[in-house]
């Protein structure tokens, strides 16, 4: 019941440029790349008619960089962070749809692509057979539908901190534990769907 005949199909074209570079004699590393999409048509949704629609282009681009080093022989760290910008071009008086928030009349951000992302993970190995981890995954907020109206909102970002313990039996059995989301944080990716609150796993992992 709500086709449309005259839906374009969606083309990208796009680049990246970056570098990596290792320092301390292999003890660091760190690098950065720029990345650009340019986006024709892109494919949205249009509350209104209950249709599929184009936008008439998009851009999204950014910077992604990481820092990884070697505190010790048994420590190791790693940062990355992910700048993200993302804007939907229309016609004077053309639909947004329901994959845009509009920012003026002929201009929209596009939904679920939060500005930032940041990581930060930590391995440890105390002893050889042993190794623990820990990570932090931050995003910032962004800008989404409300499930039942189509309403823009910005969606509120969210922390979450993950640890893992593996534990090396022999060369075939290996102990595995681990904690998801430990502070049970409450947040909702996309708007409307709740992420995983706290879990607890664990088991025996053999390789033959």
């Known amino acids: 019941y709500y086709g449309n005949a005259d839906l374009k199909p969606e083309e990208s074209t796009g680049y ?10 292999g003890k660091a590393s ?32 950014g910077v992604e960089t990481f820092l990884a080093m070697a505190v010790t022989d ?8 992910t700048y993200t910008q993302a804007i939907g071009y229309l016609p004077e008086d053309a639909p947004f749809g329901a994959s845009c928030a509009p920012r003026s009349t002929t201009t929209c951000t596009l939904l679920r692509r939060p500005n930032n992302k940041f990581s930060m993970t930590a391995d440890w190995k105390p002893v050889d057979p042993l190794t623990l981890s820990a990570s932090l995954v931050y995003v910032s907020s962004w800008w989404d539908i409300v499930r039942f109206t189509s309403d823009t909102v910005d969606q509120p970002g969210y922390t979450v901190v993950n640890l893992a313990a593996n534990y090396a039996l022999n060369a075939n059995a290996t102990v595995f534990g ?5 502070l049970n944080t409450q947040y909702e990716n996309p708007n ?7 879990g607890a796993y664990g ?5 033959y």
């Open 203 to 207: 088991g025996v992992k053999f390789t």
């Open 192 to 198: 409307g769907f709740l992420g995983t609150g706290f």
């Open 74 to 81: 048994r420590l190791n760290l790693r940062f990355d962070y």
């Open 30 to 61: 760190f690098g950065a790349t720029y990345f650009h999409n340019d986006i024709t048509n892109l494919i949205s949704y249009d509350p209104a008619t209950y249709a599929n629609i184009n936008v008439a282009s998009a851009t999204t681009q």
């Open 178 to 182: 681990r904690v998801d989301n430990l």
């Open 16 to 25: 990246d440029v970056g570098f990596e570079q290792q320092v301390f004699g």
